[in-house]
């Protein structure tokens, strides 16, 4: 992955997230690739979630590691890892702020909801099928209806 990927990547994964609760805090986030290095910080002000492509120099915590590290982490995955530089607690709250509620798991949602659609038709063929049998059974039972009423007149006549 590229710096520029994983940058986008991290930056539309997180950036509707609520950060309201957390106070004042910036992590500097340094991408260790090879041949795709970069950084660029996540920061909360006044409640407010900023992403930057550019170094930030006043940061609460600083993280170097891989982008395929930083993508697990962004999906919710548990990876191992440690800031490199100020308050550790700080900066995994932030973190876990914004892995809160992970962007892959809401296609797995949208599958349930899919799969009780599909069902529901076949419950439906089955009752149909069950009234064309009774409108079927319904002729013969007027049929025998009618038989008595031929044998009645016919013993009136013959007193």
Not at 34 to 44: D, H, N, Q
Not at 60 to 69: E, N, R, V, Y
Request: glycine share 4%; proline share 5%.
């Amino acid at each position: 992955m590229t710096y520029s990927e994983i940058y986008t990547y991290v930056k539309s994964a997180v950036a509707k997230k609520n950060v309201k609760k957390l106070g004042n805090v910036a992590i500097s986030i340094y991408v260790t690739d090879e041949g795709a290095t970069g950084e660029f910080y996540i920061a909360v002000k006044d409640g407010e979630l900023e992403i930057e492509n550019f170094k930030y120099e006043d940061y609460t915590a600083h993280l170097s590691i891989s982008s395929a590290d930083l993508k697990k982490i962004v999906d919710g995955k548990k990876v191992s890892y440690s800031f490199d530089d100020g308050d550790d607690a700080q900066g995994k709250a932030l973190i876990a702020a914004l892995v809160a509620t992970a962007p892959a798991k809401a296609p797995a949602k949208a599958e349930a909801k899919k799969a009780p659609a599909k069902k529901a038709p076949a419950k439906k063929a089955a009752p149909a099928k069950k009234a064309e049998e009774k409108k079927a059974e319904a002729p013969k039972a007027e049929a025998k209806k009618a038989e008595p009423a031929k044998k009645a007149p016919a013993k009136k006549a013959s007193k």
